[in-house]
């Protein structure tokens, strides 16, 4: 299989344009979809048999807005890499199970505890900004160890393709040849003031240009909707919550508050029995009565050699984060300063003290506090009357009544076709819903949608228009400036090559050009399309001038290279380009290995 990998990855063009396979957490994780699996939904895609509907691409589309790395005004073309990104993800995730490997709990919770994302100013891992940074992402500490397990799975696979390809010293040497090569150019951007005269259009180029692209001018069909939602956070916002109720919350969050613990462990199995180990710890336990310190017992008895030497400080501790219900039991249930009796965990028989507890102020989380206990109060709530507007919406033969009954606000939509507009109209399954048969043709309200888990939603078409193709009346104004900005680019065209030629037969038309000295492929300032052009050009023999022309859209420029030469190297230079090649290489194999499970795997788009 590496073979076949390889073979379809070698070509340069392919190292050079294919970048890195890069499975980000935050934007794709899969947390939020708990239980989605088991749901009905819209089938977007099935991979090796497991399914991709379609509110898990939406809510992976959300998350990556909500978090701030995608723009809103990006939310539908992130829709199709989502879905790319999401198929790529199966393809691994089963090629990884299918080859048994594994990694295990200790392994990830010392991967969570170095994330750096979770590690306050003072570089330690911080129990609180790891809870606000899940929620931020829409992760519960669950599924993010399990997101995070198949990830780094995922990258054992990659790396080790990575690792497993090389260049040969002379592609080396030709990279960097390449990468640091100099040319001396001038160039000219030409633009429609340049013409002669400015392009004409008349009326029978429109006609045939909107004869041959009517395509371009269609109106699709579209309908306006009326639509009644129920939004969970807008009843949070009207949910009164008194002091003792923040207070009572508080108690209760600082009892499972973060510490910071010290531990004595004594292990048995192979080498010593149990009995032997609880006969050391309560060695242990009689020296700490007599006055002996926490910390020299730790470093005198403790078989965990990574603490011992600390005093046994495994720094601190959040419920959960170890996968030992025991040891948090006991840590939890212990005061500050206290030491807990023996207690047992499937890697031996611990002594466990709390040194400190991370408290945070009452105000500091009293705006956190009241949202959460508004938003459990409005659970009953919230569910009453997503099961109200279920039975009102199926019997109504309107939706103002629902809203009203619900107290709800009965919203409008423009005219909007079948990939919605912007906001709730876009989500999935919404416009579905809309030109369904039900709805559109026999007049019927639609099924509740569910958007997420705090939305529901339920739409009614108002009026309904077919698609067409607009007169050319109405898009006059569009199709003449298509038309002159094709007319004038053909004449810009014409021009360059008219200027190539009388350049190349030496005359010296009126040209203001740019210069261009010594620009190698990193020169970021100048145009790309320029520069693409520059490079393409073959060298000019000494003297000689070797002319081209670069088009970019409606621009044209034309190009004069004087001089190709080795740029500057140096041991820096060299070590940097070798490097990227080398980072090229890897990419290339990843890359391959991803055609490989998709050529391979089972895909199924609907």
């Given at each position: 299989?590496?073979?076949?990998?390889?073979?379809?990855?070698?070509s340069?063009?392919?190292?050079?344009?294919?970048?890195?396979?890069?499975?980000?957490?935050?934007?794709?994780?899969?947390?939020?979809?708990?239980?989605?699996?088991?749901q009905?939904g819209?089938?977007?895609?099935?991979?090796?048999?497991?399914?991709?509907?379609?509110?898990?691409?939406?809510?992976?589309?959300?998350?990556?807005?909500?978090?701030?790395?995608?723009?809103?005004?990006?939310?539908?073309?992130?829709?199709?890499?989502?879905?790319?990104?999401?198929?790529v993800?199966?393809?691994?995730?089963?090629?990884?199970?299918d080859?048994?490997?594994?990694?295990s709990?200790?392994?990830?919770?010392?991967?969570?505890?170095?994330?750096?994302?979770?590690?306050?100013?003072?570089?330690?891992?911080?129990?609180?900004?790891?809870?606000?940074?899940?929620?931020?992402?829409?992760?519960?500490p669950?599924?993010?160890?399990?997101?995070?397990?198949?990830?780094?799975?995922?990258?054992?696979?990659?790396?080790?393709?990575?690792?497993?390809d090389?260049?040969?010293?002379?592609?080396?040497?030709?990279?960097?040849?390449?990468?640091t090569?100099a040319?001396?150019?001038?160039?000219?951007?030409?633009?429609?003031?340049?013409?002669?005269?400015?392009?004409?259009?008349s009326?029978?180029?429109?006609?045939?240009?909107?004869?041959?692209?009517?395509?371009?001018?269609?109106?699709?069909?579209?309908?306006?909707?009326?639509?009644?939602?129920?939004?969970r956070?807008?009843?949070?916002?009207?949910?009164?919550?008194?002091?003792?109720?923040l207070?009572?919350?508080?108690?209760?969050?600082?009892?499972?508050?973060?510490?910071?613990?010290?531990h004595?462990?004594?292990?048995?199995?192979a080498?010593?029995?149990?009995?032997?180990?609880?006969?050391?710890?309560?060695?242990v336990?009689?020296?700490?009565?007599e006055?002996?310190s926490?910390?020299?017992?730790?470093?005198?008895?403790?078989?965990?050699?990574?603490?011992?030497?600390?005093?046994?400080?495994?720094?601190?501790?959040?419920?959960g984060?170890?996968?030992?219900?025991?040891?948090?039991?006991?840590?939890?249930?212990?005061?500050?300063?206290?030491?807990?009796?023996?207690?047992?965990?499937?890697?031996?028989?611990?002594?466990?003290k709390?040194?400190?507890?991370?408290?945070?102020?009452?105000?500091?989380?009293?705006d956190?506090?009241?949202q959460q206990?508004?938003?459990?109060?409005?659970?009953?709530?919230?569910?009453?009357?997503?099961?109200?507007?279920?039975?009102?919406?199926?019997?109504?033969?309107?939706?103002?009544?629902v809203a009203?009954?619900l107290?709800?606000?009965?919203?409008?939509?423009?005219?909007?076709?079948?990939?919605?507009?912007?906001?709730?109209?876009?989500?999935p399954?919404?416009?579905?819903?809309?030109?369904?048969?039900?709805?559109?043709?026999?007049?019927?309200?639609s099924?509740?949608?569910?958007?997420?888990?705090?939305?529901?939603?339920?739409?009614?078409v108002?009026?309904?228009?077919?698609?067409?193709?607009?007169?050319?009346?109405?898009?006059?104004?569009?199709?003449?400036?298509a038309?002159?900005?094709?007319?004038?680019?053909?004449?810009?065209?014409?021009?360059?090559?008219?200027?190539?030629?009388?350049?190349?037969?030496?005359?010296?038309?009126?040209?203001?050009?740019?210069?261009?000295d010594?620009?190698?492929?990193?020169?970021?300032?100048?145009?790309?399309?320029?520069?693409?052009a520059?490079?393409?050009?073959?060298?000019?023999?000494?003297?000689?001038?070797?002319?081209?022309?670069?088009?970019?859209?409606?621009?044209?420029?034309?190009?004069?290279?004087?001089?190709?030469?080795?740029?500057e190297?140096?041991?820096?230079?060299?070590?940097?380009f070798?490097?990227?090649?080398?980072?090229?290489?890897?990419?290339?194999?990843?890359?391959?290995?991803v055609?490989y499970?998709?050529?391979?795997?089972?895909?199924?788009r609907?």
């Amino acid at each position: 299989m590496l073979q076949s990998i390889r073979d379809r990855s070698q070509s340069w063009i392919a190292k050079v344009i294919i970048g890195a396979v890069v499975i980000a957490l935050a934007l794709f994780g899969v947390e939020s979809l708990i239980g989605l699996f088991g749901q009905s939904g819209d089938e977007v895609a099935k991979v090796n048999g497991q399914s991709i509907n379609r509110q898990e691409v939406e809510r992976t589309v959300q998350r990556a807005i909500r978090s701030g790395q995608v723009p809103p005004e990006q939310e539908r073309q992130l829709r199709g890499q989502v879905l790319d990104q999401m198929i790529v993800q199966r393809l691994m995730n089963s090629y990884v199970e299918d080859g048994g490997l594994a990694m295990s709990d200790q392994q990830l919770d010392q991967m969570i505890v170095n994330l750096p994302d979770f590690h306050n100013d003072e570089g330690k891992f911080d129990s609180q900004l790891y809870q606000l940074r899940l929620q931020q992402m829409g992760y519960t500490p669950l599924a993010f160890r399990g997101q995070l397990r198949q990830d780094l799975l995922n990258q054992q696979v990659q790396q080790g393709l990575a690792a497993s390809d090389f260049g040969l010293p002379g592609e080396q040497q030709r990279l960097i040849e390449l990468q640091t090569q100099a040319r001396t150019f001038r160039y000219h951007t030409l633009i429609a003031a340049d013409l002669e005269s400015p392009v004409e259009v008349s009326d029978a180029e429109e006609s045939a240009y909107y004869s041959e692209h009517q395509q371009e001018f269609q109106r699709p069909e579209q309908v306006k909707i009326n639509y009644v939602m129920l939004d969970r956070k807008s009843l949070v916002d009207d949910v009164t919550v008194d002091e003792d109720e923040l207070r009572a919350a508080w108690d209760s969050q600082q009892a499972e508050a973060p510490r910071t613990v010290s531990h004595i462990m004594v292990t048995f199995g192979a080498d010593r029995s149990r009995e032997e180990a609880m006969s050391i710890i309560d060695e242990v336990k009689n020296r700490l009565a007599e006055g002996d310190s926490f910390a020299d017992l730790a470093a005198e008895y403790s078989d965990d050699v990574g603490s011992a030497d600390n005093g046994g400080d495994m720094g601190e501790l959040v419920r959960g984060s170890l996968g030992l219900p025991a040891f948090d039991d006991a840590a939890f249930a212990l005061g500050e300063g206290d030491v807990s009796d023996v207690v047992e965990t499937d890697n031996g028989l611990h002594l466990i003290k709390v040194t400190s507890i991370t408290q945070q102020p009452f105000e500091e989380v009293r705006d956190q506090l009241r949202q959460q206990l508004a938003e459990s109060q409005v659970a009953s709530t919230f569910n009453d009357k997503a099961q109200q507007l279920i039975d009102e919406s199926y019997a109504a033969d309107d939706l103002a009544s629902v809203a009203d009954d619900l107290g709800l606000e009965l919203q409008n939509s423009d005219w909007v076709g079948r990939d919605g507009e912007e906001g709730v109209l876009s989500e999935p399954g919404v416009m579905d819903a809309a030109f369904s048969s039900e709805v559109l043709e026999d007049g019927y309200n639609s099924e509740v949608i569910e958007l997420d888990d705090d939305r529901r939603l339920v739409l009614r078409v108002a009026d309904h228009r077919e698609a067409t193709t607009l007169p050319l009346e109405e898009v006059k104004d569009q199709v003449t400036e298509a038309v002159q900005n094709d007319k004038t680019r053909k004449a810009l065209l014409a021009l360059a090559e008219e200027r190539i030629a009388q350049l190349q037969s030496g005359e010296t038309p009126d040209i203001e050009w740019q210069r261009a000295d010594d620009v190698t492929r990193q020169q970021a300032q100048l145009p790309d399309t320029v520069m693409q052009a520059a490079f393409r050009l073959p060298h000019p023999e000494p003297d000689a001038v070797v002319y081209g022309r670069a088009v970019d859209g409606d621009q044209v420029s034309l190009i004069a290279l004087e001089e190709v030469a080795q740029g500057e190297s140096n041991e820096q230079i060299d070590s940097l380009f070798t490097n990227m090649g080398e980072q090229v290489r890897r990419r290339s194999a990843v890359q391959g290995w991803v055609e490989y499970l998709q050529q391979t795997g089972d895909i199924e788009r609907q």
